[in-house]
């Protein structure tokens, strides 16, 4: 035989434990990843995942002429939440506000932690109606949602959101001068109408107008 039996395992063993090491370095260098790009506290997408994927789906959108919406959504008078029951209870409704926004979402929509109690999504291929549509049904399951502390009565929150939509296809040419960041710009705009209406409702930016001259 061209190997001793005992050799034979002990090769093999090694080939074994190389690879093993080699999966566990693969492992973790995708959790490092992970642990980058998510946030910490709600376990869903932070502000860094948001930008990159903001520019991928911008991207796409202009390639593909197809419908890009952009969502920015924030918890109102949070600052009171902490103040009455503690910041670990502050804690707690931010994750459930993101478990319950996602739960209305598309598993294709991106959602992030855009900051504090402030978070961000996008939706492909959704029209203005659409992510109207949506964002109506975040604000009412908040609503409706009670939050449970011990030694306080239950408790709700509301949430403000604003909307804006990219439609590249009615733009034409002067589409692609279209840049993420002032889709944000348009969405935050939304979101602070609604804030200034009287909160815990939805605005709409309507679908962005690409000017001359960017």
Sequence with gaps: ERFVRGVRTDFFEHLSAIVSICLENAVNIERLKRQGLTDTLTAINNRRF???????????????????SCMLLDVDLFKQVNDTYGHQVGDLVLRDVAALIRAQMRGSDVLSRYGGEEFSALLSQASEAEALEVAERIRESIE???FSVDGHADFSV?????VTTFNPARQGEAAMRMQGEYMVGQADKALYEAK?????????????EVQEGW
């Excluded at 202009?62 to 419908?67: D, E, Q, W």
């Excluded at 509301?158 to 604003?162: E, L």
């Design 158 to 162: 509301t949430i403000s959101i604003g």
């Design 50 to 68: 948001f930008d990159q994927r903001l520019e991928e789906e911008v991207g796409l959108a202009k390639r593909n002429k197809r419908l890009l």
């Design 144 to 146: 409706q949602h009670l």
């Design 196 to 208: 200034a209406n009287g909160r815990n409702r939805v605005e709409s930016g309507g679908e962005i």
